[in-house]
């Protein structure tokens, strides 16, 4: 049975840091790229990034990139979403996943196969 479980959540201000992690089981966790997407109140689920089966690669969505970290451990089955200058818009509940592909080519546009429940960041001003 496939879990991915997101924890590190909670409440922020504006240019604080986070970091979020997502344990995983149920499945062959070093094949596959991982994921993070996330949901604002009101709006659209969006893609936030990925990191690919050996974590060489990472992606990132333009409102993130060069605030945002992802990194992954193999050996304990866990990916971490490193969140840094966070602001008011990055509130939204965070998950993380699989789209149960080596590199994660399709996650953008494709979503995940597999999602966690969420973990909720609210950032304030």
């Known amino acids: 049975q496939v879990q991915l479980v997101e924890s590190g959540g909670g409440l922020v201000q504006a240019g604080d840091s986070l970091r979020l992690s997502c344990a995983a089981s149920?499945?062959?966790?070093?094949?596959?790229?991982m994921g993070w997407f996330r949901q604002a109140p009101g709006k659209e689920r969006e893609f936030v990034g990925c990191?690919?089966?050996?974590?060489?690669?990472?992606y990132y969505a333009d409102s993130v990139k060069g605030r945002f970290i992802i990194s992954r451990d193999n050996a304990k089955n866990t990916v971490v979403l490193q969140m840094n200058s966070l602001k008011p818009d990055d509130t939204a509940v965070y998950y993380c996943?699989?789209?149960?592909?080596?590199?994660?080519?399709?996650?953008?546009?494709?979503?995940?196969?597999?999602w966690g429940k969420g973990t909720l960041v609210t950032v304030s001003s």
């Open positions: 990191i690919s089966w050996t974590g060489r690669n990472t």
């Open positions: 996943g699989t789209d149960r592909d080596p590199f994660g080519a399709a996650m953008r546009r494709n979503g995940m196969d597999y």
């Open positions: 149920g499945f062959v966790f070093s094949r596959y790229a």
